[in-house]
């Protein structure tokens, strides 16, 4: 399956005074990133969560950055799932300028299927598919 | 009753690129002197939350903005309740620095309490008095 | 001159515990929707402050908040120069979900021109137009 | 050298709709023990930027979510240098509960000092003993 893209603008609340993107804020994008290819794959995040009451509770997350993003580039994504097993899954991130092709961040999510109790649970049969699972 | 004081200091997270705090955090940082102010006042957010599924939602802010709060200034948040009913509350908010006293903003927020379908309700007879409500 | 129209959709980092978005965001909304708005005058936020030294500072800010936005909503907002002289400038915004038209929420900011030392100034002649000024 | 220990309380705007904190905020609050481990050091974060125009550019940042903080929970971050050279520092980041010593979230991050123009340097002389460099 080839990545998911996502465009998105930078926004002026998210840079900081070294004039350049806030670092945390890479993880912000890879959330917008990550809903966006759920989509694609079928997969409602917020139907799951409200009807199913399965969320995907994050348990790790890396960022390597290499150029800074700074106020109104535009930033393309490229996300892909690198991992899925019935208990979780795991997100490749690839982030770069539109204008240029620059790289600017690469980084990964690793997650987990959990209830409203945060207890971890096993992915609803009606979803394994869109993760490729049977 | 005199104001509630809190003390608070600039993260680099919330400056932006012109080198100052980017001007929605003076609202994050309104919502902690609340919360400090309610729990001076024995009421907590959390539990009220929790326990009793009454809800403190704004239906309205507002900020002036006089001097530019920076990185690593520390901050002081003069909080008070400046109207409250069973079906609400208003907050002021006078914000200055700790050191040379310069006033930097200052502003109010008018709440409603509502339960967790967000519909109205009245404040629980056992908060009341905490706003000098009978 | 007719509203600009803005559309955004809700990031999960947005939303607090309450299940609904955070009430500082919709300050960095209307931050989006006046940045989108200037580029259509013809007046680029960014080659403004890098080549003219000249900074729109937010001297005040003030939200009505109607109904919750929530995740994954599709939002709208329509902004629009509510004043302007060689001094400063005031923006107007209303907020509301594409789908089914409710209203959201309705704001304005008050903004000065600035010189990177944080000093009043007139904004330079040739950005004057944009705004309907001489 | 003993970690650095910092304290801070959950604001209602670092949750989310999971009722938990937005993961990205974890990289907020380690740059919030950061700073605070570079002043007893004896560093200006502040003063570096503004009097010698060095900064400290992350290149790298990562975090492992093990329990979920929640609104008001105190905070504690133990903070350390894992790493450091006159071309950049490692810090590391062990997050817990104050009431019952539950960890949080474990998590590190790499710099490198640049200048203004976001190229890489040497830190100045006058630094490196505070991060035991000759």
Same mark, same amino acid.
């Given at each position: 399956?080839?990545?998911?893209?996502?465009?998105?603008?930078?926004?002026?609340?998210?840079?900081?005074?070294?004039?350049?993107?806030?670092?945390?804020?890479?993880?912000?994008?890879?959330?917008?990133?990550?809903?966006?290819?759920?989509? @694609?794959?079928?997969?409602?995040? +917020?139907?799951? !969560?409200? =009807?199913?009451?399965?969320? #995907? *509770?994050?348990?790790?997350?890396?960022?390597?950055?290499?150029?800074?993003?700074?106020?109104?580039?535009?930033?393309?994504?490229?996300?892909? @799932?690198?991992?899925?097993?019935? +208990?979780?899954? !795991?997100? =490749?991130?690839?982030?770069? #300028? *539109?204008?240029?092709?620059?790289?600017?961040?690469?980084?990964?999510?690793?997650?987990?299927?959990?209830?409203?109790?945060?207890?971890?649970?096993?992915?609803?049969?009606?979803? +394994?598919?869109?993760?490729?699972?049977?």
């Amino acid at each position: 399956m080839s990545p998911h893209v996502t465009h998105l603008r930078v926004r002026y609340a998210e840079t900081d005074q070294m004039g350049v993107v806030y670092y945390a804020n890479y993880l912000v994008w890879m959330e917008v990133a990550r809903v966006e290819l759920c989509k @694609v794959l079928g997969f409602n995040y +917020r139907d799951m !969560e409200c =009807h199913d009451g399965v969320l #995907l *509770a994050v348990i790790q997350a890396e960022c390597r950055y290499r150029y800074p993003a700074r106020f109104d580039d535009e930033v393309i994504i490229e996300t892909s @799932v690198s991992a899925a097993t019935s +208990r979780g899954v !795991e997100f =490749h991130y690839e982030m770069r #300028l *539109a204008d240029g092709d620059r790289r600017l961040a690469s980084g990964s999510t690793r997650h987990i299927f959990c209830n409203r109790q945060m207890e971890p649970v096993r992915l609803p049969e009606k979803y +394994r598919p869109m993760f490729g699972l049977k």
